[in-house]
């Protein structure tokens, strides 16, 4: 079945709340069955996040726009989430799905996170905020005791669907995020396919996929302010407890323009992945690193079954770069600690060009668990 969004009272002037309405017109369209939400073009005033019930699809309209509130408090009651791989309720991300399943957002149209008014300045003042729930994680403090949100400058992420099965998103193009862009937690079937990302916030990867099964990211574009893609499985205590990893991605015909790396595996691996194979990618004009696996001696979990295969890049300083002791800034943080190493056994790179780099590879692996099986093949710089 077919709704508009019109239909429910939301008005295209990018001055009316329309917050009530997208909530109005999910509920309806999920209690009857499904179905898809058209949204026709126009500007959209979302006053507070855009929160998916299960068998519904919002389709954007070629023109159409949703544009967020940057006010913190329209993101409020917080709601469970990962914050750099620690569980916490925190503001809501402004796209959420909790444990609901069938969900997409398709179309041609875009969506404004608006980060750059207000939530990306909160990376200045976060550290106090963040070694909090970093303590909480570490001492394995109760979910429900780590509340967050008001009163504190932990941003929120974009896109987020958390505990989903049968994610879409297709065609839209991203602006302006305050955190992570797309980041599905938990999610079993994800597909992010022809997506444009063009966020260049600190912190603005542009897909992380984190504990997930069965991911496929194709035909995206990703101009970004940090990584065009990161890999994770969660952060240390939360991680290890849980024990989901995140295995079987492809990434495949995917264009970079990131600031920082092309696809980067951790640093939030403790939870493990396995079996990510990315083919025919570009980076046209420069990253720090094409292919980067980064970990240290606190994230234990193990990374494993990694395929990179025809991929040209401009300038990099790194063509592939393994690191175990990446991050080293956290031994001060945590001066006493249980050494976990990250198991690394099958990496593997080839028919890749590059302009220019620094170096083609460095591999920085532990002497107590080496790398192992790192294979570098037809890679011409």
Known sequence: KT?????????????????????????????????????????????????????????????????????????????????????LFNYSPLIYAYHVQNIALTGKGTINGNGSKKFSAWADNQNIDKEILRRMGRENLPIYRRIFGEGFRLRPGFIEPYGCVNVRIEGITIKDSPFWVIHPIFCNNVIVRDVTVDSHNRNNDGCDPESCSNVLIEGCTFSTGDDAIAIKSGRDNDAWRIGQPTENVVIRNCTFWSKINGVCIGSEISGGIRNIYMHDCTAPNSVMRLFFVKTNHRRGGFIENIYMKNVASGTAQRVLEIDTEVLYQWKDLVPTYEKRITRIDGIYMDKVTCESADAVYELKGNAELPVKNVRIKDVKV
């Open 3 to 87: 709704y508009n969004i019109a239909d429910f009272g939301a008005v295209a002037d990018g001055r009316m709340p329309c917050k009530g309405a997208f909530d109005k017109a999910i509920t309806q369209c999920s209690d009857q069955g499904g179905g898809r939400i058209i949204v026709p073009a126009g500007t959209y005033y979302m006053n507070g996040p855009l929160v998916f019930k299960s068998n519904v699809n919002i389709h954007l309209e070629d023109g159409a726009i949703l544009n967020f509130s940057s006010n913190q408090e329209d993101y409020l009651p917080a709601v469970i989430t990962r914050w750099e791989g620690t569980e």
